[in-house]
């Protein structure tokens, strides 16, 4: 799970504070954690945006499914499901999606490193741009 904070008079403010609140209740979530600290880098970018459309593409021709739900399975497993968008239909519940439009650069990193790692438990060489700071 990703929790975009700022750090501010030495104590972490969350930019949702309630979503954090949640994942910290959830008893599944108990146990030893390491957390990782980032600057922030702003919104995700257009060439991390055409990599992982490239990169979704090879990869769902390989699995042999569409990009779209490879994203949205990748989407999940890197953001994680908010319990508090569930909807019930006829007793069955669905979630929303997590969107990845708002990421920052940083978060939207993640995505991109589950995609490579797909792609190496699959042995496909995933093309990267000539300059790797322009991810």
Known sequence: MIFEAKLKNGKFEFSDPDSFSHYKSNPINTGRKIIIIENFSGKRTISQNKLERLWLKILSEYIGCTPEYLHAKVKIEVYGIDENEKIEIDGKNFYSIPQSRKRTKTEFMALLKRLEEIAIELEINLPY??????I
């Open 129 to 134: 741009p000539e300059n790797k700071n322009e």
